[in-house]
């Protein structure tokens, strides 16, 4: 089941010809000041770190949510640099565009629910 959700997007892609433009070729110019934000402060960062649950699994750069909350004093103010520091230049870094997807099975209905 796992192999079909990995590949499924490779076949599909395989299956598609090639653009005839850049997708570049269809945007305008950057608009650096559209979007007015706050900085993202360090006490926000914070209180999100300390309730973290620590009996959530730990994401895609194995890092468990229990050391993250015992050490959360001390990286806070890099988080709060590379967070802020992507939203004044637009990028985010390639390793947080990361996610861990996991499909969850539905029940089947009786037969005799089905709505025709």
Do not use: W
């Not at 649950?53 to 103010?77: C, M, T, Y």
């Not at 947080?96 to 997807?101: C, Q, Y």
């Amino acid at each position: 089941m796992n192999e079909y959700f990995c590949n499924i997007g490779q076949g599909l892609a395989s299956k598609l010809s090639s653009p005839k433009h850049n997708y570049q070729n269809y945007m305008g110019s950057s608009l650096m000041n559209s979007i007015y934000y706050e900085e993202i402060n360090r006490e926000e960062i914070l209180n999100l770190m300390i309730n973290l649950n620590p009996r959530k699994s730990p994401g895609s750069d194995q890092i468990s949510p229990l050391l993250v909350k015992e050490n959360a004093e001390s990286i806070v103010h890099p988080l709060q640099i590379i967070y802020n520091l992507s939203l004044n230049t637009g990028k985010v870094p390639t390793s947080m565009k990361v996610a861990k997807v996991i499909p969850l099975h539905k029940k089947r209905r009786p037969k005799h629910n089905v709505i025709l």
